[in-house]
């Protein structure tokens, strides 16, 4: 992945998106089916929900 820097972003502001990308990273790894919600206030990520899918097999 490209780590493209944003010339007018703020070093904090840079940090910030940074952190909230590993994150991301984070609720991906091991995540084979299901969702991942990123709630964004006032232009942060301020919460990631993760919703995994799992299939029974019928009896």
């Given at each position: 992945?490209?780590n493209?820097?944003?010339?007018?972003l703020?070093?904090?502001?840079a940090?910030q998106?940074?952190?909230?990308?590993?994150?991301?990273?984070?609720?991906l790894?091991?995540l084979?089916f299901?969702?991942?919600?990123?709630t964004?206030?006032e232009?942060?990520?301020v919460?990631?929900d993760v919703t995994?899918?799992?299939?029974?097999?019928?009896n």
């Open positions: 992945m490209t493209h820097s944003h010339p007018q703020s070093p904090e502001e940090r998106i940074e952190e909230s990308l590993a994150n991301v990273r984070e609720a790894t091991g084979r299901g969702n991942i919600s990123l964004i206030h232009g942060r990520v919460q990631i995994e899918k799992k299939r029974l097999k019928p």
